[in-house]
Every structure is written in structure tokens, then in C-alpha cells.
């Protein structure tokens, strides 16, 4: 996890209020990434991010929106916190080598609890 | 749509023996694979890769083969100890596509003393 700290690492809130996640690198990576992790659903891709300002969604997009100001912070943030986003999150980097093979580096996951 | 999946959600070894950890994939364009290692409360670690035009690739006490006729993925772990206890998966992709992977749902590994 050397290089990626993700903020909070542990968080309760209520149904309807926003959300934000950090995730912060050292690593100078292009590519940032944010998953949820799920019993019985492994790991799924919420957004990604290859550039300053550049981000698209994932798999499991809907209810969330990212925003990456500067190259080393990562924002995920939940308009409006539903049950169903109870989660452990995971940010990731990435700087992809010159093959285009990519190893993602993970951050240590923030768990979410939404009651 | 694509997925990863894994044959079976739980694997019980004794110290000592080997492992060998299961996936199958169904993106056939799929040409660069990852095994990681999650340990509790963690994040996924890094293990070992492979790429589509290998069938085996050698790490530290871990092998990777590939099968991309029956689209099989398998990691295999030599002289199992208890710090291997940890949910393992793979994860596909294909080269330069924005990196995105695609993970299978997870093998628990027990290591029996």
C-alpha cells in the first residue's frame, strides 16, 4: 500500500447524506482507479481516471461521480448514500508500461456503512 | 458480458503441500492476466502476471499457467504455509485498454498447521 492512502478508512453515515472518499498517491501515476469490493462480487470498477480531468465510468457507476484535480488525489463521492452502497472501497493506481500491460497497485480500502 | 470466475470458493491445504487455484475467463481478447493476493483487511497484493502468449510464467515458490484454448487461468503455490492463508484472485485484461481489469470473485485459501 506504500504510496496510496485512501481517507476515511472507516465511515458510517445515513441513507441520503453525500459521501466523499479520498485517495491520495506519491507514486506519480497517470492511472487511478475505484472499486467496490463485495461479498459474492469481487471486485467491480466504479470509475477511472487516465489523466488529470480525464475520467470515465465503470462497470458500477450510477450513484457515484469521481473528480481528479491534480494528479495525485482521486475523489469518489456519493451524491446521496443508499444501503446498497455499503461497501469496502478500493483505490488503485497504475502507470501501465510501455507493452500496455497493466498492474494495478491497491490502496488499503475504506469501509463505508450507510444505515 | 465478460467475467472471471473461479471454480471454487474454498481451498483447504496442509502446511507443506502444494496449492493450485483455479479460473476460468470468458473474454477470448483478453491477453494479459493477474493473480492477486488479499489478505484480511487489506488491500490486493501484486503476486504474478502472465501474458497471453505464454502458457507458464515462474515467481517465488508460484507458478502461473495459462490455457487459452480452454480459457483457464491456474495459480499454483508450492510448499504451502500459513502466511499463503489469504482470498486470491485473478483478474483479466486487454493490453492498453485504459488498464481496466476485470477481477473473478475470489478463492479462499486455508493452510492447515
Known amino acids: 500500500d506504500a504510496g496510496i492512502t485512501q481517507s476515511p478508512r472507516h465511515k458510517v453515515t445515513e441513507t441520503g447524506t453525500p459521501v466523499t472518499l479520498r485517495c491520495h498517491q506519491t507514486e506519480n501515476h497517470r492511472y487511478m482507479y475505484w472499486y467496490r469490493q463485495d461479498p459474492g462480487h469481487g471486485l467491480r470498477l466504479i470509475h477511472y481516471?487516465?489523466?488529470?480531468?480525464?475520467?470515465d465510468k465503470g462497470e458500477v457507476s450510477d450513484g457515484y461521480s469521481v473528480s481528479r484535480s491534480k494528479t495525485e488525489d482521486f475523489l469518489l463521492t456519493l451524491e446521496s448514500a443508499t444501503s446498497s452502497q455499503t461497501s469496502v472501497y478500493f483505490c488503485a493506481t497504475s502507470k501501465m508500461d510501455f507493452s500496455g500491460a497493466n498492474v494495478l497497485t491497491f490502496g488499503a480500502g475504506s469501509r463505508l456503512t450507510v444505515l | 458480458g465478460e467475467s472471471v470466475g473461479l471454480h471454487l470458493p474454498t481451498l483447504s491445504v496442509q502446511e507443506g503441500d502444494n496449492s493450485i487455484i483455479n479460473c476460468a475467463y470468458s473474454?477470448?481478447?483478453?491477453?494479459?492476466f493477474i493473480w492477486y493476493k488479499q489478505e484480511s483487511g487489506k488491500g490486493p497484493q501484486f503476486i504474478i502476471d502472465i501474458r497471453s502468449n505464454m502458457d507458464k510464467r515462474q515467481g517465488q515458490r508460484v507458478t502461473v499457467l495459462l490455457n487459452k484454448t480452454v480459457k483457464h487461468l491456474s495459480l499454483q503455490i508450492a510448499a504451502t504455509q500459513p502466511g499463503d492463508s489469504a482470498v486470491y484472485f485473478c483478474a483479466e485484461t486487454v493490453s492498453g485498454n485504459t488498464g481496466k481489469l476485470i477481477f473473478g470473485q475470489g478463492t479462499t485459501l486455508q493452510v492447515k498447521p
Open positions: 473474454n477470448s481478447a483478453s491477453d494479459y
Open positions: 481516471s487516465y489523466g488529470v480531468k480525464d475520467t
